[in-house]
């Protein structure tokens, strides 16, 4: 299978194939709504709203990469004349960027559509002009097999091999699929485990590939004392919507908050645990996940200090409650036992750090590992810039994730051109985004042509720019028309 994809990766050479290939395989996923949808649903549990506006994200984000294939921007074109009188001399040389070969991707579990087969790893592979070979999870392998079907007749459709694109299922499976000689690079989203793992296996190859890893994300979020004070019913409110939101598994629920303690808190605390406590039990994924999920909660609400105003855990048979869980803050800079508190819970819970002062903040955010997301709520006075401290607390987030927000929450991952969905260690293994415009770079490697003659250098990089592609000349964005 990865043979086949390797001898077939010259099919994608074209940019006009492949944007045409990225609309095609819109256009059927598009046309097989009702099926994928039931089929997803039927495994995951997500319910056909939920699924649907996924299948829609996941369509959009294979259209918006055949647009990027369209302007070519993507290329990163630089030609830099011959000139004797630079110091020393510069040579001619030329650079653009060129696809790395087969891709692995290693499907998420909490998307079916938009993180899986069909999902943001394919479309930016593609896209750079990798052929895909997916590693189903298997916790919708139904769901897998149809877009991977409609995948596969897009790609004959618009005169390319259908295997461009294919599907593996199994644990081992996926890990040969990493140690696999003609993989040359992989993207994964799920557990921390399972990712270092595959990590660990595509960096010990005698030749080493690219891994991007998405392996989790604790989402802290901090609310200053006057933000609490102006609007911590609306906070609180906000707060268990995102942190419940498909019953807790997204990839940036915020999974931890530092509140102030005392009465501004206090109101805070009150309108989470009425949101909280209105929230219908729901079924995670799997088994395996509802069981890990019940477990760490029992772990965590042992802990000295700890309390649960809504508690968490198990809801039924198949179901879990969503609930929350306060501490002292100043538990969390001593370390010891309460470090799990650090650590992500998969669910629908959330942990309230109660501070004291400002030195409090500082001392637990120091203490944080890498995430997706960072998060502050501030007062309107605080927006505006009137108080220093709002820009301190900025500062002090912005080392610990790849995307910080400003008074909103963080679940929702926009598919836009700016876009940045990773961040440190462990929520990503590089510092590449997989959500937007500029996933597209994970795939690709730059090579230069140095005085190379015009008949032997490839279109993109002649003068006379046949293909008509953004570039730069000498170090300046050429104007065209």
Known sequence: MVRAAHAARGSLADRAVRAALLRTAADLLDEARDQ?????????????????GELARTTYQLRSFATIVD?????????????????????????????????????????????????GDTASALAAGCPVIVKAHPDH?????????????????????????????????????????????????????????????????????????????????????????????QIGAGLAGSMTLGVGQFCTKPGFVLAPAGPAGDGLLKSLTDAVSNTDAGVLLDHRMRDNFVAGIKERVELADVEAPVTPGSGGEHTVSAGFLTVPARRLVEGGPHDVLLEECFGPVTVVARYESDDEISAVLGRLPGNLTATVHLS??????????????????????????????????????????????????????????????????????????????????????????????????????
């Open 71 to 119: 302007e070519g921007a993507f290329l990163d074109v630089r030609i830099d004349h011959a000139d004797a009188t630079q110091t020393p001399p510069w040579p001619d040389l030329r650079r653009y960027k060129l696809p790395l070969g087969v891709v692995a991707v290693y499907a998420a579990s909490n998307f079916p559509l938009a993180f899986s087969v069909p999902g």
């Open 141 to 233: 392998p139904a769901t897998s097999e149809v877009a991977a079907s409609a995948l596969r007749r897009a790609a004959e459709r618009v005169g390319v091999p259908a295997d461009v694109i294919a599907v593996v299922h199994g644990f081992d499976a996926g890990l040969e699929l990493v140690k696999h000689p003609l993989i040359a690079a992989a993207g994964f989203t799920g557990s921390v485990r399972g990712g270092r793992a595959l990590h660990d296996a595509a960096a010990s190859r005698p030749v080493p590939i690219p891994f991007h890893g998405e392996l989790g994300s604790l989402n802290p979020v901090v609310v200053t004392e006057a933000a609490a004070a102006e609007r911590g019913d």
């Open 380 to 481: 309107a006075a605080e927006g505006e810039g009137t108080e220093g401290r709002a820009g301190e607390l900025i500062a002090e987030l912005t080392p610990l994730a790849g995307r910080v927000l400003v008074n909103g929450w963080p679940t929702g991952v926009a598919v836009a051109p700016a876009q940045h969905h990773g961040g440190p260690y462990p929520a990503t293994t590089s510092t590449s985004t997989s959500v937007g415009g500029t996933a597209i770079e994970r795939w690709l490697r730059p090579v230069a042509y140095q005085d190379t003659p015009a008949a032997l250098l490839p279109p993109e990089l002649r003068d006379e720019n046949p293909l008509e592609l953004p570039r730069r000349i000498n170090g300046v964005r050429e104007q065209r028309g």
């Open 36 to 52: 994928l949808v039931e089929a997803a649903d039927a495994e995951t549990a997500l319910g056909p709203a939920r699924l649907t």
